[in-house]
T-cell receptor, first 114, second 114 residues
């Protein structure tokens, strides 16, 4: 079935280090891809998205490129901050319009030390 | 603030009991999705409603049911509760009219079954 696999955490980085969180997917159709972030004690916030192959989503210094050939959507940031400490979820949706639940990866916890 | 509200924030109850979780979507959003987040299962899609009608079902137990009312708010009913139902329950909403359905999440209801 359709699924998302992301790298196991936790990931611990020093401030200003580079971040990559790997995400690969398996899907029967042509999914839209998302990264959501969950800060401690809060709900999920959409970080970025891409809806077709070669699209690049970006927001708050984070980027991810939809790679159909490798079925991947890796999250990257050039210089992380302490405030980026959170759990990051990669997700896909095969729907459009009035239908389209999200299928999530298990999440990767990021801790950034000053 | 995503514009999606959920009540209550916390709920503590006993095994065998029944509870109702409430969700109000963002203004103008027609779709409501329910998700369960637990340590062992991760984030799982339960059920989706669009403009009052059930649109998709995921891993929702028979003891659970939901509905969406004419004012578009939704309720998730959990009955004959078991210890394993303890989890965070999120609702998300989307416009649901065209294109990939970007979902906006509420802050969640934390259910503890004792």
């Amino acid at each position: 079935g359709d699924s998302v696999t992301q790298m196991e955490g936790p990931v611990t980085l020093s401030e200003e280090a580079c971040l990559t969180i790997n995400c690969t997917y398996t899907a029967t159709g042509y999914p839209s891809l998302f990264w959501y972030v969950q800060y401690p004690g809060e709900g999920l916030q959409l970080l970025l998205k891409a809806t077709k192959a070669d699209d690049k989503g970006s927001n708050k210094g984070f980027e991810a490129t939809y790679r159909k050939e490798t079925t991947s959507f890796h999250l990257e940031k050039g210089s992380v901050q302490v405030s980026d400490s959170a759990v990051y979820f990669c997700a896909l949706s095969l729907g459009a319009g009035s239908q389209g639940n999200l299928i999530f990866g298990k999440g990767t916890k990021l801790s950034v030390k000053p | 603030d995503s514009g999606v509200t959920q009540t209550p924030k916390h709920l503590i109850t006993a095994t065998g009991q029944r509870v109702t979780l409430r969700c109000s979507p963002r203004s103008g959003d027609l779709s409501v999705y329910w998700y369960q987040q637990s340590l062992d299962q991760g984030l799982q899609f339960l059920i989706q409603y669009y403009n009052g009608e059930e649109r998709a079902k995921g891993n929702i137990l028979e003891r659970f049911s939901a509905q969406q009312f004419p004012d578009l708010h939704s309720e998730l009913n959990l009955s004959s509760l078991e210890l394993g139902d303890s989890a965070l329950y999120f609702c998300a909403s989307s416009v649901g009219t065209a294109g990939p359905p970007t979902q906006y999440f509420g802050p969640g209801t934390r259910l503890t079954v004792l």
